[in-house]
């Protein structure tokens, strides 16, 4: 019986080595990040202690049932309502655990599907802004195939005057050279159907000209229409409370706005459009802002990078000369703007 005593006291001693530390490490986020991971490797050891308390149990209570001194069953009984007691609270422990995992789970998934709404958000602006770019090619095209037409005609006019000039001009010779007489009525009208060969072809060459120049004019407001995009920013934080507010209000103020909650996912939007201003957190699960500076300075030099962080200034002192302004948080959204209106200004003064 002190066996089954001295194993229950071992095993519960050894529990506490090996769990109480892990738990205070938890509780006070020195595994922040590896949480599920570290939940998922216990979990046996857990549940394997919780059944060796089953087996300890049935052990006293066996050893109960064939003691036949009172006191000595007395003091297993105590010993029996202890373990009894560890083990509705590991039982506990392990549902708790459970809910842990699966919420761990839960939040994962969500996580997953954020990242792949942002990745079919960037991939449908790029559609949006090739089908955009299509659309302009395939108007620019019919006009100036519109235009070359217009123009045919106008080489058209430019032949009939021509040839009105030469009747204007060969009646006038004829009639100088005949001088007046029976036959004047002949070159009288040579000389009347070049001037109204004249005259019809100046008229149609001046209006297809006009034609022309609305052409033109349609051309060049289609390609200020293409031109003239809402300034584009980025925004990535690991915080999606932050995103939100940023772009609304970034939004609000007239921005294209993209805002991210992983940085890798932020990456590719970075390599595959360019923007006018990026706002970036410094310290991000998988890569830092510094990491985000040097790649946008790298892709686009004229890129204007806002960074926001938590910690001292001294953290990102070696990259200050890099950034246009920088920010710490909770972040004073009146002064953000401001600062991101200058950048914008700057980047088209660039």
Not at 19 to 35: M, N
Not at 62 to 67: F, L, T
Not at 306 to 320: A, F, G, L, S
Not at 327 to 334: E, G
């Amino acid at each position: 019986m002190e066996s089954i005593e001295t194993g229950s006291n071992e095993v519960k001693e050894e529990r506490e080595a090996v769990f109480q530390p892990v738990e205070l490490a938890i509780k006070y986020r020195r595994l922040a990040g590896k949480r599920t991971d570290f939940i998922e490797k216990t979990f046996p050891a857990r549940k394997a202690y919780s059944e060796e308390l089953k087996r300890d149990l049935d052990e006293i209570m066996q050893a109960i049932m064939e003691e036949e001194s009172m006191s000595k069953v007395l003091s297993l009984l105590g010993t029996k309502y202890a373990i009894e007691r560890t083990l509705l609270a590991e039982e506990r422990n392990i549902m708790a655990e459970e809910r842990n995992l699966l919420g761990e789970k839960r939040t994962r998934r969500s996580k997953m599907r954020t990242e792949l709404a942002e990745q079919r958000s960037g991939l449908a602006r790029i559609r949006t802004m090739l089908a955009k770019s299509r659309s302009y090619l395939a108007e620019k095209r019919t006009i100036m195939a519109q235009q070359r037409t217009v123009l045919a005609k106008a080489r058209t006019e430019l032949a009939f005057i021509r040839t009105g000039v030469a009747l204007v001009a060969l009646g006038s010779a004829l009639i100088r050279y005949f001088g007046i007489d029976w036959w004047t009525i002949t070159d009288g009208t040579i000389l009347l159907l070049g001037v109204v060969m004249i005259g019809l072809g100046i008229y149609f060459y001046l209006s297809h000209r006009k034609e022309e120049a609305n052409l033109l004019d349609i051309i060049r407001q289609k390609e200020e229409e293409l031109m003239q995009r809402k300034p584009r920013i980025l925004v990535l934080d690991d915080d999606m409370a932050v995103c939100k507010m940023l772009k609304i209000y970034l939004e609000k103020s007239g921005y294209d706005v993209e805002a991210f909650t992983n940085p890798h996912i932020a990456k590719q939007r970075l390599e595959a459009g360019q923007f006018d201003v990026v706002i970036t957190d410094l310290m991000m699960e998988g890569m830092t802002g510094i990491e985000i500076l040097k790649l946008v300075k790298r892709l686009s030099p004229q890129t204007q990078v806002i960074m926001i962080t938590r910690m001292d200034e001294q953290y990102i002192e070696e990259v200050k000369d890099e950034l246009f302004d920088y920010f710490s948080k909770p972040v004073d959204v009146k002064k953000l703007l401001s600062s991101v209106k200058r950048a914008v200004q700057e980047r088209i003064l660039v």
